[in-house]
């Protein structure tokens, strides 16, 4: 597969949040629009999408946001088209977000996956991430509702 990374363009929210949902990432309780305004308010340059350069016309097939608040770099909303799972573009976003990141002089990056999520925990594991022991807490200011 041949695939190039580009920052997000406001045309492509329809099939990021498609390319979310075939992924399992959507929740009731976050609006992905809303998701999406908030992340190209900050830090938009680190909001990627994965063109497949394969077909006649460019066809998004993966999608992720990243951040650094000056302490650690966090990765969310990773997801590679189903079809595409497998094929080592998952493993490209992630080494490219650790290049933005570190090029930020991020020394660390977080990511957090859903309790029983294996497939993906093994998935983050063969890159060398390893459970922090520590609990993650959240807590709603504004609610998508």
């Known amino acids: 597969m041949s695939y190039r990374f580009r920052t997000f363009a406001e045309d492509d929210t329809a099939a990021v949040v498609a390319l979310w949902e075939a992924c399992g ?15 190209t308010a900050e830090q938009p340059e680190l909001f990627l999408v994965a063109e497949s350069s394969d077909a006649a016309a460019p066809t998004l097939v993966g999608a992720g946001m990243a951040g650094y608040d000056g302490h650690r770099g966090w990765v969310n909303y990773l997801a590679v088209d189903p079809d595409q799972q497998g094929t080592g573009l998952g493993r490209a976003f ?20 859903r309790a029983g999520n294996e497939r993906v925990l093994g998935f983050y594991a063969s890159l060398g991430y390893a459970e922090d ?8 200011l504004i609610a998508d509702d």
Do not use: T
């Open 25 to 39: 990432l959507l929740r009731p309780w976050n609006d992905p629009y809303r998701d999406i305004a908030r992340k």
């Open 94 to 113: 992630m080494a490219e977000f650790e290049r933005l990141l570190l090029a930020r002089g991020c020394p660390k990056v977080n990511v957090q996956v």
């Open 133 to 140: 022991h520590a609990v993650s807490l959240g807590k709603r």
